[in-house]
Nanobody, 113 residues
Framework: QVQLVESGGGLVQPGGSLNLSCAAS????????MRWYRQPPGKERELVAT???????NYADSVKGRFAISRDNAKNTVYLQMNSLKPDDTAVYYC???????WGQGTQVTVSS
C-alpha cells in the first residue's frame, strides 16, 4: 500500500521561502510521476508541479520561476521548494502519485504578514 506523508508547511511572510517534503512508503518514487497540488481556501484543488521518472518537470503558470520540484531517490522523497511566496500561495498542499491514486494528508502553507 502506497503512503505519502507531507511536511514542511507553516506560516511565512510574503517574499519568504518554504521547502515541502513528501516521503513515500510502499513504492519507489523514482519509477513514478509525482505531482504537487494545492487547494486554496474556498477553491478547487489545482495542479502546481509535476516530475516524471525521467526528471522532466512542469509547472503551473502561477508558480513558474518561483517553485521547483525535485526528488531524492535515496530518501524516496519528493520536494517542493517555494520561493518568493505570495499571499495567493496560501493553501493546503498535497503530493500525489497518479498511478497509485495515492494522496498525502496535506500540509498547510499560509503566506501573511
Amino acid at each position: 500500500q502506497v503512503q505519502l506523508v507531507e511536511s514542511g508547511g507553516g506560516l511565512v511572510q510574503p517574499g519568504g521561502s518554504l521547502n515541502l517534503s513528501c516521503a513515500a512508503s510502499g513504492t519507489i518514487l523514482r519509477f513514478n510521476t509525482m505531482r504537487w497540488y494545492r487547494q486554496p481556501p474556498g477553491k478547487e484543488r489545482e495542479l502546481v508541479a509535476t516530475i516524471t521518472p525521467g526528471s522532466k518537470t512542469n509547472y503551473a503558470d502561477s508558480v513558474k520561476g518561483r517553485f521547483a520540484i525535485s526528488r531524492d531517490n535515496a530518501k524516496n522523497t519528493v520536494y517542493l521548494q517555494m520561493n518568493s511566496l505570495k499571499p495567493d500561495d496560501t493553501a493546503v498542499y498535497y503530493c500525489n502519485m497518479p498511478t497509485a491514486s495515492a494522496w498525502g494528508q496535506g500540509t498547510q502553507v499560509t503566506v501573511s504578514s
